[in-house]
């Protein structure tokens, strides 16, 4: 597969004063490849289109850093954008001096003239960042935008699974195989649950030993749960895993109620918890675009995200609660507590996944969600997982908006958006802006 590419781009001519433009591009490529692994940059400054082209020649990117290294007329980034349809970000350079003497890049109406170009030929946002490589302002812009891209090349090669179909009254999760393809390059595959759930009835004691002793090892009670719930827990662990490993799957969505409780006995809870764990973004209720966010949150922070329902406002304390039925990463738990394991609130029946989760001083709200229209938009809504033991039977975290709490819950409300929601462990909404405008997804920032 092709690896990820960040090109850089520093465009001018050579009758600007080229100390200082020298300078200044010498700076910048240190920047950009402290940033990513993989930048393409030129040995000198692109002050020609002769030597744009032969440049150009050379690289496949993923990712543009256009810059104005002096100013550069329009010709430049026709260039450039005829060539590439893959996202730019546009960055102006502050002048060096100003000392009533000679304009020395005259970067900022050189970006003036890319950005009116950029609209002729694109339609997607133009991300844009305005200073020199030493400020941090710059440095955070780009670092975002580089991951941003690198989400975007992961989810043209990601293969995602439904796995049953969507209860009653759920289709807000629903995904078409066409639309996951046109609006973010994933590759989804739909299966019946009853697939697993008879894969899994195949299964000898001796073949799920492996299964249950990594579940065990990561949770705390699983030896409670009765033999029949705890072994049958462990055939479905083994055939989820199988399948994940077989078929090349990066994340899935997968039924839950009624089928896990009424046809096999035991509900899927706790493998979807710990496949979140291994990497594998897992959502419950076949919510594919709520599992398609848990995935961006992975590969933004690094590491699982929470995936749940908002069930309780403190609009004095200005917080959200979000909870689910009992199938958060086991890793999320709190340390005091660790991934206990309880049954299902409602069906009485476990092995299910039963904590609060740990503290983060910042987490981002976030769901992939459509408009009554059928269009997809992004929710993102910075704040702060507080330090709350478990809430409810289940999973919970209590979250802190930095946006007034109340008003996120009514506008949420009468906006329409979707019950689901992931809480990401980071503070990745620069990154998530950026990623809507890369996809040209509108973007709602609470």
Not at 195 to 214: G, R
Request: include cysteine; hydrophobic fraction near 40%.
């Amino acid at each position: 597969m092709k690896a990820f590419e960040v090109a850089y781009i520093p465009i001018g001519v050579p009758t600007y004063e080229l100390v200082s433009a020298g300078q200044e591009f010498e700076e910048s490529k240190a920047l950009l490849h402290s940033l990513c692994d993989n930048v393409k940059s030129p040995e000198e400054m692109l002050l020609g289109i002769d030597k744009l082209k032969a440049f150009l020649d050379t690289i496949d990117p993923d990712l543009i850093i256009l810059q104005n290294i002096t100013f550069a007329n329009a010709a430049f980034a026709t260039e450039v954008l005829a060539r590439f349809n893959c996202p730019v970000l546009l960055w102006t350079l502050r002048e060096p001096a100003i000392d009533g003497t000679r304009l020395r890049l005259n970067s900022l109406t050189g970006a003036y003239s890319a950005a009116n170009t950029y609209r002729q030929f694109r339609k997607e946002p133009l991300d844009y960042i305005f200073g020199a490589p030493d400020e941090e302002e710059v440095k955070k812009t780009i670092g975002a935008a580089i991951r941003a891209a690198h989400v975007r090349f992961d989810l043209r090669h990601l293969k995602m699974a439904s796995i049953g179909h969507t209860p009653q009254g759920f289709g807000f999760g629903r995904a078409l195989d066409g639309e996951m393809r046109t609006a973010f390059g994933v590759d989804l595959e739909c299966i019946e649950a009853r697939q697993l759930i008879e894969k899994a009835k195949s299964f000898s004691e001796e073949e799920i030993q492996t299964y249950l002793e990594d579940a065990e090892n990561r949770t705390v009670g699983l030896e409670q749960t009765p033999e029949k719930n705890r072994l049958d827990f462990a055939r479905l662990y083994k055939a989820y895993k199988d399948y994940v490993d077989e078929n090349g799957i990066g994340a899935l969505a997968s039924r839950c109620w009624p089928d896990f409780f009424t046809e096999f006995g035991t509900p899927v809870c706790t493998v979807l918890g710990i496949l979140n764990d291994l990497g594998i973004p897992a959502a419950c209720e076949v919510d594919a675009y709520g599992a398609l966010s848990m995935y961006v949150g992975q590969e933004l922070a690094g590491g699982p995200s929470f995936f749940g329902d908002p069930v309780s406002l403190d609009d004095k304390e200005g917080t959200v609660t979000f909870w689910h039925c009992g199938m958060a990463a086991c890793s999320l738990a709190r340390t005091d507590t660790g991934a206990l394991i309880g049954e299902h609130c409602n069906r009485h029946i476990g092995p299910t996944l039963e904590f609060g989760c740990k503290e983060c001083k910042e987490v981002t709200i976030f769901r992939i969600g459509k408009d009554p229209d059928g269009k997809f938009h992004f929710l993102i809504a910075p704040g702060e997982a507080l330090d709350k033991p478990k809430q409810f039977y289940g999973t919970s975290v209590v979250v802190k908006t930095n946006h007034d709490a109340k008003d996120f819950v009514y506008q949420t409300i009468q906006e329409g958006w979707e019950p689901h929601y992931v809480v990401i462990y980071k503070n990745v909404a620069k990154e998530l802006e950026i990623l809507g405008h890369e996809l040209n997804i509108p973007v709602e920032i609470f």
